[in-house]
């Protein structure tokens, strides 16, 4: 069974500083990854996602994310904050498209604060 | 662009009442996924449809049932309403093909009392 963890339920950062969201997932077949971003009271928008071809996932808003299988982790970064940034952000883990294989499984997400 | 549409926003129910989600999948999408976020809690997977059939099932009570229409919308119903089942509730579509695509809808908030 597939699971994410994501370390850190919430992460304060300064305006302008580097942002570093930790997530290490568990999957028993080569994973797909995604990162999603709620903010208050609104849905989930994507905001990249791993499916096997480029470790290094860019996105939008500035964040990427890079998959390392010898971590098991997909940790997002995005190199300076902006205080639009502050919202909540969940790392998910699917065995891939098709089928049964496309359902979410969800960390219990990181709080992101900017400080000005 | 169209996105993912869902009726109500907001659902206030009192405990043992019933209540109906509705989900209108972007466009040509023909696949719909249910998911339940609780106060503070990360999203869980309920169910899924694929051309009317369910495609799978998580963690969904035996007192809600839901179904795909032939337009592809599909309705979560949800019975005996308990105080936890107040929940923000999350509908995706996607093609079957590229469910590494999932495109959320803005949720609705049921809150029973």
């Known amino acids: 069974a597939q699971s994410v963890t994501q370390l850190g339920s919430h992460v304060s950062v300064s305006e302008g500083a580097l942002v570093l969201l930790r997530c290490n997932y568990s999957s028993s077949v080569p994973p797909y990854l995604f990162w999603y971003v709620q903010y208050p009271n609104q849905g989930l928008q994507l905001l990249l996602k791993?499916?096997?071809?480029?470790?290094l996932v860019k996105g939008i808003n500035g964040f990427e994310a890079e998959f390392k299988k010898s971590e098991t982790s997909f940790h997002l970064t995005k190199p300076s904050a902006h205080m639009s940034d502050a919202a909540e952000y969940f790392c998910a883990v699917s065995e891939g498209y098709g089928g049964s294989q496309g359902n979410l499984i969800f960390g219990k997400g990181t709080k992101l604060s900017v400080k000005p | 662009a169209a996105g993912v549409i869902q009726s109500p926003r907001h659902l206030i129910k009192e405990k043992r009442e019933t209540a109906t989600l509705k989900c209108y999948p972007i466009p040509r999408h023909d696949t719909v996924y249910w998911y339940q976020q609780g106060p503070g809690q990360d999203p869980q997977f309920l169910i899924s449809?694929?051309?009317?059939?369910?495609?799978d099932k998580g963690s969904i009570p035996d007192r809600f049932s839901a179904q795909q229409f032939s337009d592809y919308h599909s309705e979560l119903n949800m019975s005996s309403l308990e105080l936890g089942d107040s929940a923000l509730y999350f509908c995706?579509?996607?093609?079957?093909?590229?469910?590494?695509?999932?495109?959320f809808g803005p949720g609705t908030r049921l809150t029973v009392l």
């Open positions: 791993y499916t096997s071809a480029a470790t």
């Open positions: 995706a579509s996607s093609l079957r093909d590229r469910t590494d695509t999932q495109y």
């Open positions: 449809f694929y051309e009317k059939m369910q495609s």
